[in-house]
C-alpha cells in the first residue's frame, strides 16, 4: 500500500463517552511560541488554518507555554473559528516569573480556580472546551482537585474535563467525581509505559486517550540523531535523556524497522510512527486523538495523511520491540510522570 498524495479530510472521533467530536488527529502548538526555539508567527498561524482545511479542530495549549504567550497567540484563530474547533488548554504548572526553569505543580482549588480565569482571558473566551489538570500533585486529594474542575463545568467556564500524566488508580478515582473526557500522556513508538495501566482503565471507562509527542519530539521522523549537536541552544529537547550522548546514538539504531515499513507503504518515518498510534485505538479499544506538534503546513499534511495508512499485523510486530530498546527515560524527573507513581 502507499500513502496517497492527496489531502482529503480527516474522519473523526469522540473524546469520552458525551466529550466532543474532533478529527481524529489534533495539533499540539506549544512549539508555535515555545520549547523548540525560533518560530516563524506568519508560519504558525497559516498553519493553524490548514490544519483546519484538513479536518484537525482539537487544538491543544497550556497555560505554561510561553507563561501565557501561547494561549495570547491561539487567541485570534479561536475567535475566527469559535464554533468549528475544540481548544484544549491544562493548569498546574505554575512557574516562578524571575527564573522560568523553576516550577511546581499546585492542584489546590484555588489555584485552579485562579488558573481558569486567567486562560479564559488570555484566550479571549468565556468557555474552555477541555480543560486538563497538567501533572497530578499528590498532596493534593485527586477528588479535591477533580470536584473544583467540576465547579467550573457548573459554571459554565469549562466544558470537558481532562487529566494529564495520571495513573489508572488515578484516572478511576477522578471519573468517580466527574466524567473525564480525555487522558493526555506520552504514547508513541518510543513511550508505551501507559499501556500498563492507564490504557486498560480509560478503556473501561469509555475514555479518549490524547497521545503528546506521538512523533517521540521528532526523534521518530529521523529529523536528527543527537540534540547536542543538531539542535539548538533553547531547544528543551537537549536536556531529555534520550536525545544526548550515548543514548541519541543507541536510539537512531532503533528506526531501521521505521525505515522498513516507511518504504513499504511510500510514506516517511513520521507517517509510520503516527500510524502506528493512531492504530493503538484498534489495538486497545478506546478512542485515539494524537496531537502531534507543528508549525509548518507540509508538515501538517504529512501529518493527517498518516491516518490513512493501515499497518499489517506482520508490521506491527515488527515495530513493537521498539520500545523495550529505547535508552533512557522520557524525562530527566520521571516522577511527575504517571510512570514515575505506578
Not at 482549588?109 to 488570555?122: F, K
Not at 500522556?185 to 486517550?209: K, M, N, T, Y
Not at 479499544?285 to 493527517?304: A, F, Q, S, Y
Request: negative net charge; charged residues 25%.
Amino acid at each position: 500500500m502507499t500513502v496517497e498524495n492527496t489531502y482529503g479530510e480527516i474522519t473523526t472521533a469522540r473524546l469520552g463517552t458525551h466529550g466532543p467530536e474532533v478529527g481524529v488527529q489534533g495539533l499540539g502548538c506549544m512549539g508555535m511560541s515555545f520549547a523548540y526555539g525560533p518560530t516563524d508567527a506568519e508560519e504558525a498561524r497559516a498553519t493553524l488554518d490548514r490544519a483546519l482545511e484538513l479536518g484537525v479542530t482539537l487544538y491543544d495549549t497550556a497555560d505554561v507555554y510561553a507563561m501565557g504567550e501561547n494561549e495570547k497567540f491561539l487567541a485570534p484563530f479561536l475567535k475566527a473559528h469559535r464554533d468549528e474547533i475544540v481548544l484544549a488548554t491544562k493548569f498546574a504548572l505554575a512557574v516562578d516569573p524571575d527564573n522560568p526553569t523553576k516550577r511546581r505543580i499546585d492542584n489546590s482549588p484555588s489555584y485552579i480556580r485562579s488558573s481558569v480565569e486567567a486562560s479564559l482571558r488570555r484566550l479571549g473566551t468565556d468557555a474552555i472546551d477541555l480543560y486538563y489538570m497538567h501533572r497530578r500533585d499528590p498532596d493534593v486529594p485527586i477528588e479535591e482537585a477533580v470536584g473544583a474542575m467540576a465547579d467550573l463545568v457548573t459554571a459554565g467556564k469549562v466544558k470537558h474535563l481532562g487529566l494529564s500524566e495520571v495513573t489508572g488508580d488515578e484516572l478511576r478515582a477522578a471519573h468517580a467525581v466527574h466524567p473525564i473526557a480525555a487522558v493526555q500522556s506520552e504514547w508513541s513508538l518510543f513511550s508505551r509505559d501507559i499501556e500498563r495501566g492507564v490504557v486498560p482503565a480509560a478503556a473501561a471507562l469509555g475514555v479518549a486517550l490524547v497521545p503528546y509527542s506521538p512523533l517521540g519530539r521528532g526523534f521518530l521522523t529521523g529529523a536528527f540523531v543527537n540534540a547536542d549537536k543538531e539542535l539548538g541552544e533553547d531547544d528543551f529537547r537537549r536536556q531529555q535523556p534520550r536525545f544526548t550522548g550515548a543514548n541519541a546514538t543507541a536510539n537512531a539504531a532503533l528506526l531501521a524497522p521505521v525505515r522498513t515499513v516507511a518504504e513499504a507503504h511510500g510514506a516517511s518515518l513520521g507517517q509510520v510512527a503516527l500510524a502506528w498510534v493512531q492504530q493503538q485505538s484498534a489495538v486497545h479499544g478506546l478512542p485515539v486523538v494524537p496531537i502531534p506538534g507543528t508549525r509548518k503546513r507540509v508538515r501538517v499534511e504529512e501529518n493527517t495523511a498518516a491516518t490513512r495508512i493501515t499497518l499489517s499485523d506482520e508490521e506491527l510486530a515488527l515495530l513493537a520491540p521498539i520500545a523495550t530498546n529505547v535508552a533512557g527515560d522520557r524525562y530527566a524527573d520521571m516522577t511527575f510522570t504517571s510512570a514515575g507513581r505506578e
